[in-house]
């Protein structure tokens, strides 16, 4: 895997807690039926 690394550019990790909240908030706001996904798919679509 290292002989990969000059391929890619270096990501930066976080926690979803540092950028998001708590999992229940990411869930509500990103899954949840019209929630962030649910936009994005329907975009894709039109």
């Known amino acids: 895997m290292s002989k990969?690394?000059?391929k890619?550019?270096?990501t930066e990790l976080f926690r979803v807690e540092e950028?998001?909240?708590s999992w229940?908030?990411?869930m509500k706001t990103?899954?949840?039926s019209g929630g962030e996904l649910?936009?994005?798919l329907?975009?894709?679509r039109k």
């Open 4 to 6: 990969q690394t000059d």
């Open 8 to 10: 890619f550019p270096q």
């Open 19 to 21: 950028k998001f909240g």
């Open 24 to 26: 229940p908030e990411v």
């Open 30 to 32: 990103h899954f949840a």
């Open 38 to 40: 649910d936009k994005l």
């Open 42 to 44: 329907a975009a894709g």
